[in-house]
């Protein structure tokens, strides 16, 4: 895979299923509905548990917005990502074009998808932190990878956006 | 949070009236005079009284600080980005912070008003970060 800034678009190019593969997932991936770890993960607590009437208040009104402002971010990777659908014959080596003014949108779906990953998968921080030790053996280590994966796109991301 | 405002605004005209009893109860005026400067001319009311107002909320809320916790998915150049945003920290600041995050597991961002607090802290939300909105002890 290839990744590079052209104008007011970041490319990703060459790439193969696999990653592709991870790329599609991200939208999937970024949804903590039935996992309740990632839920709270996602959905943290505004007090360190005092102050209940205000955290009712907050799950009330201000939770709604973040699943919201959460949910438009997804969707605007999701409608990047459908320059991979088509015939998975000719997936090898495809380029996704992802518009600059979407980097946003890119870096809450990826952190999404990271935290919701991590937190099914309950990582430790050594596990998280482990870029050299990760062979691809079990479904555990194939999120680990994607973790650092998405990680890595951030980190693109993030520091084109500074240029 | 509308109505948490509200409820602030409540306790502070309990509060401004009880340390203001015996003038309330001698002189019936109405309570946006009251919280005036000592100008009791009806026609002159307006423009202080808002100014009086904001900077005695603003005491009663001092007491409230924004806390990050540390986490270790985030990126350290993703918290430092959040930080330059929501805070409009320079970028040595952001990192500091960040680092006392990384280092120490948690970093007060900023401290003041409570209404303030709970933005900042729904905005830090807002790029999943840890935030507790805490009060200062």
Known sequence: ?163 | MLRRWFELRAAYVSIFLMSAKPLAAEVAVPLLIIAGPMNTAPSTIDAPTIEQETRSEEALDIPWQVVVHNDPVNLMSYVTMVFQRVFGYPRDKAERHMLEVHHKGRSILWSGMRERAELYVQQLHGYLLLATLEKIS
């Open chain 1, 1 to 163: 895979m290839e990744i590079r800034r052209r104008k007011n678009q970041i490319e990703l190019s060459e790439l193969d299923p696999f990653l592709a593969e991870l790329l599609r997932q991200i939208p999937a991936c970024a949804n903590p509905e039935g996992a309740p770890r990632a839920e709270e993960r996602i959905f943290s607590a505004p007090t360190n548990g005092s102050e209940t009437e205000f955290c009712a208040e907050w799950k009330m009104y201000v939770e709604p917005e973040l699943r919201r402002l959460f949910q438009t971010a997804t969707h605007t990777v999701a409608g990047d990502l459908e320059q991979l659908n088509g015939n998975e014959k000719n997936l090898a080596n495809r380029t996704v074009r992802i518009p600059t003014k979407h980097a946003d949108a890119w870096l809450s779906a990826l952190n999404q998808a990271r935290l919701v990953i991590a937190a099914k998968n309950d990582f430790t921080e050594t596990e998280l932190n482990d870029h050299v030790h990760s062979p691809i053996g079990s479904r555990r280590d194939l999120s680990l990878f994607q973790v650092n994966f998405y990680g890595f796109l951030q980190e693109f991301i993030l520091r084109e956006m500074e240029c």
